[in-house]
């Protein structure tokens, strides 16, 4: 990996984070859970939700008031191995959270447990969170819907999120199997990073409300937030490529965060008021956690996993490719890889940095990039 980036030691930007939002009123405790987050992102080496995402998702909609800093949960709905919660527009990484422990604690009594969470905000990567799954030695799910971005096939109008649809699997390997992605061939946060790279967008991502494709990233986000352009789901444009798939998965996201909560949904979720000013976004989320030992066992998972995963990769390659990966081996070794070099950071990247650092008042911090 030939990184050209400088580097900002983990330890550094975890504690930078945690300082700038306790500065926008979020409380310590929770601000911990949010850095966490977000810098779990950029150790899997998924970028586009990372400290990428930490000015513009989080503190600028603090700022403009459809995120608020604290967090007030509230159980709507409560059994055995259920849960509803109203995070009411608080930081949905923190009520996740709270709503991780709370199922994997039922899971681990009853084998199986879920909840929805409405009235949130972003939650960050959805593979945090079944990865707290994981980590207790069981199976994670996940997803949410977001503002409408993505098109139904054959359509060009902007009416569902990327919506993520998330498994994490423990395995007896180093790594869990963890496939977390959108339901749609790129996300918004990708194409945010195209944007600050000075990368156009691949072509076929993209429709625009005229049937042409576009490819710069920086007219693509300005036409998305239009409605002149959106997403497509995965498959592609139309039926010959089964984007059909795609948009199918698209819409079970979408129904499971909304309708096991009795949330809004679609075009409800713009985060736009009629007038044009910002308004809530009153994002849903959906969990489900599964406990292995309850079927076969933790061992017996653990291993099938593995032996599945390992068989996998253990195929026959195609002409010309170096190897077979299973879903979370990248984000593994992308750890590996930057474990104990810090988080790449660009130069927007810092430029915000340095400016959130002297808007708060933080001068005890001082980046490896300004010493250079």
Known sequence: MNETRPYVDWKLMNDFMIDVFVKYGVPREDAAICADVLLESDRRGIESHGCNRFKPIYLDRIKNGTLLPRTELEIVKEGPATVVMDAHHGMGMVASHRMMEMLIEKAGRYGMAGGTIFNSTHFGIAGYWTGMAAKAGMIGISGTNARPSVAPTFGVEPMMGTNPLTFTMPTDEEFD????????????????????????????????????????????????????????????????????????????????????????????????????????????????????????????????????????????????????????????????????????????????????????????????????
């Open 177 to 372: 199997f963890n496939l977390d992605c959108a339901t749609c061939i790129i996300q918004n946060g990708k194409i945010e990073f195209y944007d600050r790279m000075g990368k156009p967008t691949p072509e076929g991502c993209v429709i625009a409300k005229d049937g042409s494709v576009p490819t710069d990233s920086g007219t693509i986000l300005k036409e998305m937030r239009k409605g002149n352009v959106a997403l497509l789901p995965l498959g592609g444009r139309g039926e010959a490529t089964a984007g059909y798939k795609g948009y199918g998965f698209t819409t079970v996201v979408e129904i499971l965060s909304s309708a096991l909560a009795g949330g809004p949904f679609m075009k409800a979720l713009s985060g736009v008021a009629e007038d044009g000013s910002p308004q809530m976004y009153r994002l849903g989320h959906f969990f489900f956690v599964i406990n292995p030992e309850f079927f076969m066992g933790l061992e017996t998972f653990r291993k099938t996993a593995g032996d599945i995963c390992r068989g996998l990769r253990a195929s026959q390659k195609e002409p010309g490719a170096e190897r077979i990966y299973t879903a979370g081996e990248k984000e593994w070794l992308a750890w590996q890889e930057r474990k104990d070099k810090g988080v790449p950071v660009g130069e927007s990247i810092q430029k915000e940095l340095i400016q959130l650092r002297d808007e708060c008042g933080l001068k005890q911090y001082v980046f490896s990039f300004e010493k250079n």
